[in-house]
């Protein structure tokens, strides 16, 4: 108690004095001058000398140490450049794209040039590129080309703390490309925190290098009692700190975009309220930050806050520890991350919001303090931090779906995936699911061997399910528009609906609605715009997010190509991509084709008045619900669906859902569904007349599938 109280103090006195002394200072230094003031400056020779007599090196350094930006940079300087490019893997796109820029402007060049960067479906980078960003996923589809990585001098696998599956497969591919190229491929493996010993041990004993960052205390507040409305809390907090604190910058996290924009607009409601009851008030400049905002949007929450006014940055947990923003003194932390999990319930992926770990909330707090002392505002108990929060993340290795991993080393020769080489093994029964899935999307044989469709399927880079669709679009020729929705799936959300216009958006989208469901009316959409010529002022009557459309025709034009390539390829006299015509049944029965395990039947009433959208799931009998912004929402007669994700809130909501008949199921999913047997099946299930063909559950057939032959 006493001690804490004194700890409290030193605090308080250390705030007082840091509040002029540090705050804003590194933005008023040279760009030369930025980058000496790092912390990991001062190795950088014992660093340099460590990579030189070592083949791995495991380096662990604080968050904002100059890791990421900073080691690329020193190794280019160094010359490993002239034997072949740097590369610096990051899990997010937004950390692969933002570090590029900044890199670029260190070293004085436009991005693309010797500094680039590649993340799915955008590659900035040339001929002259020495140092390339790129995400983790990126480099894992390069290996497949190139399992030797005879591009690279050097590879630098960053943020191995946040073990997601590519950097998890990535350390057992590199670490046999290491061995193999003896000498002349060099491999980082960088992280914020990590059980160090367990990756040296991991990476044949390799050293493990430390720098130690410059970090200041943090004092934490805790709430009392649980938070009912965590937005809420958190919003009065970031007004709280505002008008009642020293300066110093805000760090809000939270789990996504929609949360984001809700919190940043009210922030800047309630304060356009206070700056007219007081107009001495100093201004709050709101900034956003997520993968899916514009990179323009990006860059301004690096620009140093004016004089007098302060910045709060609200993020997802992109900013706990692959970006760092200097000058924060404060740090919101409602305690949740959005993850994409598999839900054993379900038997597929879904994203779920949950509390974050222990590791995790350090972190987050631990961005408070590095240009002076801060304060973090925990918006939980403390009890809730100690007893209900695990100690560590779980690899999402062991809570994802694998199928695109498994296929990826299926198409690698590695047949035996079982007994792949992985740090922390996933669950045995989740490679057999993914090989069955494998299986039944015909991509891998019955002997677990990799199918044409397999191999044709290992070009895109998409999952399993949705390119076994595309394939399927070329055989029932109308890829041409399937490959539009693809593109309008890959993309944030496209219709845009202002809290005080929802009315006026809804009924502009209701104009779009096919009858048939939203994967039509995702192509209508996109159909009218081209119609529109691209016209961004047609995107502004129709409350249309204009930067997503855009993305869509990027990511459109990327899939035609790499289907002309494969065209030419295979040598074929006419050209895989065909539009229906207007016939749009097809396109919906190619998407059963892939994605018949999405699919959900209207829950039968027994003369209950059943709830407005409520779905029971064809695979597993699980409740599910129309999402409301569906547009078949409240519409008559759709008996049958597929949709595109589930998404759990407070239900597990389907989105992006579209009406089929559910022969489509037999005729296009003969591995996964039969004709029932009227025999065998209760009266309800012979009305239905379908019934999944559940072979997974006979253990010889699973063996065979991860065995493979050779
Ligand atoms: P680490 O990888 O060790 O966490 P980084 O190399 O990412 O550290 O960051 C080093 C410094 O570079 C930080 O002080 C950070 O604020 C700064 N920095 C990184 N990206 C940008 C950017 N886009 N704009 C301005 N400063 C940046
Ligand atoms: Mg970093």
């Known amino acids: 108690q006493q001690k804490e109280q004194a700890a409290e103090k030193a605090v308080d006195e250390w705030r007082k004095q840091a ?16 980058r000496e003031s790092l912390p990991v400056f001062d190795k950088r020779e014992e660093l340099l000398k460590q990579v030189q007599e070592n083949d791995i090196v495991v380096v662990v350094g604080e968050t904002g140490s100059g890791k990421t930006t900073q080691i690329t940079q020193y190794l280019a300087e160094e010359g490993y450049g002239n034997k072949g490019i740097i590369a610096c893997t990051q899990p997010r796109r937004v950390a692969a794209t933002s570090v590029a820029k900044r890199v670029a402007e260190e070293v004085g060049c436009k991005v693309g040039d010797e500094v680039g960067y590649t993340i799915r479906f955008e590659d900035v980078t040339s001929d002259r590129t020495i140092i390339k960003y ?37 350390f ?25 010993a367990k990756f040296s041990k991991y990476f044949f004993d390799c050293p493990v290098f430390h720098i130690k960052g410059r970090t200041f205390p943090v004092k934490i507040f805790y709430t009392k009692r649980p938070e009912l409305d965590y937005i809420e809390s958190t919003i009065d907090t970031v007004i709280d700190v505002h008008v009642n604190n020293p300066k110093g910058d805000i760090l809000v996290f939270l789990t996504g975009r929609d949360e984001i924009d809700t919190c940043c607009e009210t922030i800047i409601e309630k304060m356009s309220v206070l700056y007219k009851s007081d107009p001495k008030m100093a201004e709050l400049i709101v900034l956003p930050i997520y993968s899916a905002l514009p990179s323009e949007m990006q860059s301004r929450i690096f620009e140093p806050t004016p004089e007098g006014k302060r910045k709060v940055v609200l993020a997802t947990n992109i900013a706990e520890t692959s970006i760092t923003i200097d000058g924060i003194y404060y740090v919101v932390d409602p305690g949740f991350v959005k993850v994409n999990a598999y839900n054993a319930k379900l038997g597929m992926d879904s994203l779920i919001v949950q509390p974050v770990s222990r590791a995790q909330a350090d972190q987050r707090s631990g961005r408070a303090g590095r240009t002076g ?8 108990t403390k009890n ?10 779980v690899p999402e290795i062991q809570r994802q779906n694998l199928s695109n991993t498994i296929l990826m080393l299926k198409a690698m020769g590695i047949s035996d995936v079982l007994n792949f080489g992985f ?4 669950e045995e029964d989740t490679i057999l699911s993914a090989l069955d899935e494998l299986y039944i999307l015909d991509a891998l044989d019955v002997d677990g061997n990799l199918t044409k469709t397999g191999k044709y399927m290992t070009s895109f880079p998409m999952e399993p399910k949705l390119t076994k669709t595309l394939i399927k679009s070329i055989e029932f020729n109308c890829s041409y528009e399937v490959i539009i929705i693809i593109a309008m799936l890959s993309v944030p959300d496209v219709f845009y609906r202002p809290k005080e216009k929802k009315e006026r958006a809804d009924k502009m989208k209701s104009k779009f609605n096919d009858y048939n469901g939203d994967h039509l009316t995702l192509l209508n959409v996109y159909l009218k715009w081209e119609d529109s010529n691209f016209s961004k002022s047609w995107c502004q009557d129709h409350f249309i997010h204009e930067k997503s459309l855009k993305r869509a025709r990027d990511v459109k034009r990327q899939l035609l190509s790499i289907v002309e390539n494969l065209d030419r390829k295979e040598r074929r006299l006419d050209s895989s991509v065909r539009s229906c015509k207007g016939n749009y049944d097809l396109i919906r029965k190619t998407f059963v084709s892939g994605f018949f395990k999405n699919t959900a039947k209207r829950a039968s009433n027994h003369g209950h008045k059943d709830e407005e959208g409520s779905y029971r799931t ?7 619900y129309m999402h409301p912004s569906s547009s ?3 519409k008559h007669g759709v008996d049958y669906v597929l949709y595109h994700t589930l998404v759990l809130t407070n239900k597990e909501y389907m989105h992006c859902i579209t009406k089929i008949d559910p022969k489509w199921l037999i005729l296009y999913a003969p591995r996964f569904f039969k004709q029932a047997d009227p025999n065998q099946l209760s009266l309800t299930k012979r009305r239905e007349r379908i019934q999944p063909l559940f072979n997974r559950n006979d253990p010889k057939e699973k063996w065979r599938l991860s065995r493979g032959r050779r």
């Not at 290996?143 to 497969?169: C, F, G, N, Q, W």
């Not at 002392?373 to 939980?380: D, E, Q, S």
């Not at 809730?384 to 993340?393: F, G, I, R, V």
């Not at 064809?618 to 599910?624: D, M, Q, S, T, Y």
């Open 423 to 426: 740090m922390d093994p996933p």
């Open 19 to 34: 509040k002029i002394e540090s705050y804003g200072i590194r933005s008023q230094l040279s760009m030369q001058e930025q």
């Open 618 to 624: 064809l695979v597993e009998n699980i409740p599910v």
């Open 134 to 170: 790129m995400t983790d996923g990126m480099l894992q589809v390069e290996a497949l080309s190139d399992p030797d990585m005879k591009r690279y001098s050097v590879i630098m696998l960053d943020e191995a703390h946040e073990r997601t599956v590519a950097t998890d497969v990535l």
């Open 384 to 393: 809730a931090y100690l007893n209900e929060m695990s100690a560590n993340t």
């Open 373 to 380: 002392p801060g304060v973090c505002f925990r918006l939980y």
């Open 632 to 634: 078949l929402f409240k």
């Open 172 to 196: 057992a591919l590199l670490k046999d490309a290491v061995k193999r190229r003896k000498g002349s491929l060099k491999l980082i493996v960088t992280s914020a925190t990590l059980d160090s």
